[in-house]
């Protein structure tokens, strides 16, 4: 069975720092893109930042400068590095995964979530 268990969310003052980490664990053979995402009360989830396995990324244009995602292939897991956070940022991050458990079973697996609080 595959998890995906994110840590490093909290209450920060805008201007401040956040690092969310996400690792995947259990039967993995191998992982393809991995990303965040987040889902603020009343609004749709959207997407914060992806990563191919070759380490391309893409970002949503809000979070653009600020954010910087990276991966430990080794690891199998995922970081978002939030820095000047602001109170828009306030939502509930998931980590999102597209892996195989066997070499042609790929599909998308979902976190928990982990809250992010910015106060004003």
């Known amino acids: 069975q595959v998890q995906l268990v994110e840590s490093g969310g909290g209450l920060v003052q805008a201007g401040g720092s956040l690092r969310l980490s996400c690792a995947a664990s259990?039967?993995?053979?191998?992982?393809?893109?991995m990303g965040w995402y987040r889902q603020a009360p009343g609004k749709q989830r959207e997407l914060v930042a992806r990563i191919t396995s070759g380490g391309n990324s893409n970002y949503a244009d809000s979070v653009k400068g600020r954010f910087t995602i990276s991966r430990d292939n080794a690891k199998n897991t995922v970081h978002l590095q939030m820095n000047s956070l602001k109170p828009e940022d306030t939502a509930v991050y998931y980590c999102?995964?597209?892996?195989?458990?066997?070499?042609?079973?790929?599909?998308?697996?979902w976190g928990q979530g982990t809250q992010v609080t910015v106060s004003s």
């Open positions: 999102q995964a597209n892996l195989n458990v066997v070499p042609t079973s790929l599909r998308s697996y």
């Open positions: 259990g039967s993995i053979f191998s992982i393809n893109g």
